[in-house]
């Protein structure tokens, strides 16, 4: 059976395109999605690729990821600066994590600069743009295969 990589992103990011272009750039977050499933492919892994607004509905997707999924990649978005729930669900189900940022977070607001994300993700990928979600299935690749 393939190996599933769940891919969720948090809120806005659904705007990806229109939203700060000069920050985030022009690809949609379908664009990006075209491209993690079609590395995914050659990586031999099933991306399930999700999206929402909601802090919760992130959470639960971090916890049913523990019995569907290898790995996971996550942009949390705004709620990587605020977010207790996510950081305690990503240690409790013990599957890794990539954290990844299409901008570099450390080069912005002051605000930006901590994440609660980080410290239970395996790795991280920050300022890539678009590319670092394939960079962050690149590494994941590694680490799951070797499990
Ligand atoms: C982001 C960075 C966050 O600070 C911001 O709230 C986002 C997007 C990024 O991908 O660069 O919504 O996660």
Do not use: C
């Not at 892994?45 to 569907?68: H, P, S, Y």
């Not at 901590?114 to 991280?124: E, L, R, W």
Request: proline residues 3%; charged residues 20%; aromatic residues 8%.
């Amino acid at each position: 059976m393939t190996a599933t990589i769940f891919v969720l992103n948090g809120p806005n990011l659904n705007l990806l395109g229109l939203r700060e272009p000069e920050v985030y750039g022009s690809d949609t977050l379908n664009d990006i999605e075209d491209r993690v499933r079609a590395r995914g492919k050659t990586l031999g892994f099933e991306i399930d690729f999700r999206q929402t607004n909601v802090e919760g509905q992130l959470v639960d997707w971090v916890q049913e990821a523990r019995t569907k999924a290898k790995g996971l990649i996550i942009n949390p978005a705004a709620y990587t600066h605020t977010s207790v729930a996510l950081h305690d669900a990503i240690k409790a189900v013990g599957v890794p994590a990539i954290e990844v940022h299409l901008s570099n977070t450390y080069a912005r607001e002051d605000f930006r600069h901590h994440s609660y994300v980080s410290p239970v993700a395996h790795g991280i990928v920050v300022g890539f743009g678009a590319y670092g979600y394939e960079l962050a299935l690149e590494g994941l690749a590694r680490i799951v295969s070797k499990n």
